[in-house]
């Protein structure tokens, strides 16, 4: 029996898991701009958005270490495809119902973010538990779709906004939301195993107890601010700073970016074996260091633009790189390490796009102040490869 279960319908469903994920993470930061135009929203309160966003996936990643293996895999993940989608909906529809648009906003991205969270801790170890060879490969090829829903969603909202204008977003944010009702059925009916047996799993305590599990808990804050700075606030960048179009500055900045970090992890994906994986993410981290001077000191817009879409190459790597130099280091981990590894990403995920935000603020609404704020990241990544790499 065990032969006859269909493990490329749960990597189908593992897939579109990250491509909802993505939809969650980068569809709203296209509209910061419009936002802050159509509702008054000040720079910093737009860096709230992602913040929000990502403290909200920190506390369900922490939930999920101590109640995801009670509760089963299957039911987790089908309410992550849930929430997703009410989320979304709630879009749509909360910035004119509730007493604040920003509020809408903001109970909107909590509840899609509770879906995203739960996506981000159940999508790697459920690939991680199929009986498939060259696991690092498998891992970097799953994550390349967040890239091409990032790609998907940019490009897609683009062309809607620039056939049916920006006031139609609402109406986007409903249509985006039938990919994880769609997915709601695939994890529903697919296989899916345990990462490991019952009682087999490191513990919270023990994982807090091993001491090079902090470095990977570092190495993953590294990761995802890293990311996630340049990722969210790539779309108001070019448009901001760079003084590019809407259309112009969505296509050559956050597409770019989602590209240039697809095509990443895909070569991995394809060459990884061939390829050390501690020197790819030291050699990516140095690139993306490069790529942050480059935007933010750049006086030519193509050259600010050039900077933002290679620094999507650069981090491609990064995360789900640091989840298999953890699982390769702490095979054990189960669960818990998972999810501890996304809420570290999550970490940095919150506290880089803030960074980025204040910093733009206090300097005069600059975004490219912002954006340079964020190169002690790759730097502080580089430091934590080359120490996991000596230990």
Same mark, same amino acid.
């Given at each position: 029996?065990?032969? !006859?279960?269909?493990? #490329? ?27 802050? !135009? ?27 270490? #101590? ?67 060259? !696991? ?67 513990? @919270?305590?023990?994982?807090? #107890? ?50 240039? @970090? ?18 790819? @993410? ?107 790499? #000596?230990?």
């Amino acid at each position: 029996m065990e032969q !006859k279960k269909n493990y #490329r319908k749960t990597m189908t469903a593992c897939y579109l898991g990250f491509v909802t994920q993505a939809i969650c993470a980068n569809f709203a930061p296209l509209l910061f701009i419009t936002f802050h !135009k159509t509702y008054g929203i000040s720079f910093a309160s737009l860096a709230l958005i992602s913040t929000v966003f990502f403290f909200t996936q920190l506390v369900v990643d922490l939930i999920c270490a #101590r109640i995801v293996d009670r509760i089963g895999y299957r039911t987790c993940v089908v309410a992550a495809e849930v929430t997703s989608a009410m989320g979304l909906l709630g879009l749509a529809l909360l910035p004119e119902l509730l007493w604040s648009p920003f509020a809408g906003i903001i109970l909107s991205v909590v509840i899609y973010a509770i879906g995203s969270g739960l996506a981000e801790v159940l999508v790697s170890p459920i690939v991680e538990a199929c009986p498939f060879e060259n !696991k690092e490969k498998t891992m970097s090829l799953l994550h390349s779709f967040y890239c091409w829903g990032s790609v998907g969603v940019i490009l897609g909202s683009t062309l809607f906004f620039a056939a049916f204008g920006i006031g139609s977003w609402k109406i986007l944010a409903a249509i985006w939301s039938v990919v994880p009702i769609y997915n709601i059925y695939n994890f529903a009916t697919c296989p899916i195993e345990r990462l490991v047996e019952d009682g087999e799993g490191m513990t @919270m305590g023990g994982l807090f #107890r091993t001491g090079l599990f902090w470095l990977l808990i570092l190495l993953m804050v590294c990761a995802g601010a890293s990311e996630i700075s340049m990722a969210q606030w790539a779309s108001a960048f070019a448009e901001s700073a760079l003084h590019v179009s809407k259309t112009v500055g969505d296509l050559a900045g956050p597409c770019g970016f989602a590209v240039c @970090m697809g095509v990443s992890r895909v070569f991995y994906g394809k060459y990884g074996e061939k390829v050390d994986l501690s020197v790819f @993410m030291m050699g990516s981290g140095i690139l993306c260091l490069g790529c942050y001077l480059l935007a933010a000191l750049a006086s030519l817009p193509v050259l600010g633009l050039v900077g933002c879409a290679l620094c999507g190459f650069s981090v491609g790597i990064m995360w789900p790189g640091s989840i298999s130099i953890s699982s390769r280091i702490l095979p054990k981990g189960g669960t818990a390490m998972f999810a501890l590894l996304a809420l570290a990403g999550d970490l940095g995920g919150a506290v880089g796009p803030a960074i980025v935000g204040n910093v733009s603020q206090r300097a005069g609404e600059n975004i490219q102040a912002g954006v340079l704020a964020g190169i002690g990241f790759p730097i502080m990544l580089v430091l934590c490869v080359l120490t996991v790499r #000596r230990k």
